[in-house]
């Protein structure tokens, strides 16, 4: 075999083994449940995120493409560069899911741990503390009761985040009596739901 014919052989298998690798199914660990959440938008299931797959899953679930783009956008500057596992900024902006419990931001319910995983105790105190008018829902007024409740002093991007995730998941998934279901909240935090939506879209 020739030299040329060799280092043919050589780069072709190397390429083709990174292509093998990159579009290799990712599974979630089941008892990750920040993963689960996020792996919808991983749209070809390789394990990253990048910002035209949350723009699809977006769309996917039923919110609009200017609000899909500008908050794909947002999402991704935000949490890609502490996903990354190199140090220096991909201007791709991916989200690497086996590391997404390092993109959490603060303020937030506590209802995910440091690895990712749902603490059943802080799930039920979304409930017991703020569900005043029923045991198993949250009105508008009740959820953003909650927000406040769980704002760290001076965070102020943790605030915006929880904000806006919370509105939205609360415009999508209410039912036509504004109720937020204690099972409908269960679902968002375990991914759940967003196939439920885009299938109900189907």
């Known amino acids: 075999m ?41 749209r070809n299931h390789e394990g990253i995120i990048y910002p035209s797959e949350t723009v699809e899953g977006m769309k996917a679930i039923g919110i609009n493409p200017f609000s899909a783009q500008s908050s794909a956008a947002l999402i991704h500057m935000a ?10 900024p991909d201007v791709k902006l991916p989200i690497v899911v086996k590391n997404i419990a390092k993109g959490k931001h603060g ?26 008018a029923h045991d198993d829902s949250l009105t ?3 959820l953003m009761e909650m927000l406040k409740t769980n704002r760290q002093p001076n965070d102020f991007k943790g605030w915006v985040a929880s904000f806006a995730e919370w509105k939205l998941l609360y415009d999508l998934s209410k039912d036509k009596d504004g109720l937020l279901h204690k099972d409908t909240v269960r679902a968002i935090y375990d991914g759940s739901l967003f196939y ?3 299938k109900g879209r189907k």
């Open 196 to 198: 439920q939506l885009e």
């Open 2 to 42: 020739s030299f040329w014919a060799f280092s043919f052989f050589v780069v072709f298998f190397m390429a083709s083994s990174a292509f093998s690798a990159e579009v290799e199914e990712y599974v979630p660990a089941e008892q990750d449940v920040l993963q689960r959440h996020v792996s919808f938008f991983d």
């Open 107 to 132: 303020s937030d319910s506590g209802t995910y741990d440091a690895q990712g995983r749902l603490v059943a105790a802080k799930f039920e105190e979304l409930f017991s503390n703020h569900a005043h």
């Open 79 to 88: 949490i890609s560069p502490k996903t990354t596992e190199s140090k220096l």
């Open 140 to 142: 508008s007024d009740e």
